[in-house]
């Protein structure tokens, strides 16, 4: 630095300051509104339209129709950009982005995760209930 002076005022400066960066992992990190992280699947909202597996630019997501309107997603979180398109294309709501971040994985297979959709809790009209 030519100026020892400017030089000076700058740590000065900074000592008061703030601090610019955080204890991560131990002060937690908070991301900011819009930040795109990792995808959750809503089963019980799905229609099985196929809209978010047509419009993934990525081929990360697939909806597998596992019983009569109960569908499951298969994610594989390793494919998957981030990129949000599938809630815009979800009609229903049934998928939703989250601000987590913390997916790093030493074993790739567990970025493939499988969301299945729960069976009706109520039973149908004039059968019994045999749980
Ligand atoms: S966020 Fe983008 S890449 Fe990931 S599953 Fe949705 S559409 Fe595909
Ligand atoms: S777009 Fe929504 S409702 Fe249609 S298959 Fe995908 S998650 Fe289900």
Redesign the pocket.
Same mark, same amino acid.
């Given at each position: 630095m030519k100026n020892p002076g400017k030089m000076l005022f700058e740590v000065l400066n900074h000592l008061f300051k703030k601090p610019a960066t955080v204890n991560y992992p131990f002060d937690g990190s908070k991301m900011p509104k819009g930040f795109r992280g990792k995808i959750l =699947?809503h089963p019980e &909202? !799905? %229609?099985?339209?196929?809209? !978010?597996?047509r419009d993934c630019p990525s081929n990360a997501i697939k %909806?597998i129709k596992i019983a009569d309107k109960q =569908?499951e997603?298969q994610i594989d979180l390793g494919k998957c950009i981030y990129c949000g398109q599938?809630v815009d294309? !979800?009609? &229903?709501k049934? %998928?939703e982005i989250t601000s987590d971040f913390e997916l790093a994985q030493l074993d790739p297979t567990k970025l493939k995760i499988t969301v299945k959709g729960e069976p009706p809790t109520t039973p149908p009209p004039n059968q019994p209930n045999n749980a």
């Open positions: =699947f &909202k !799905c %229609i099985g339209c196929q809209l !978010c597996v %909806i =569908f997603a599938c294309s !979800c009609l &229903k049934a %998928i």
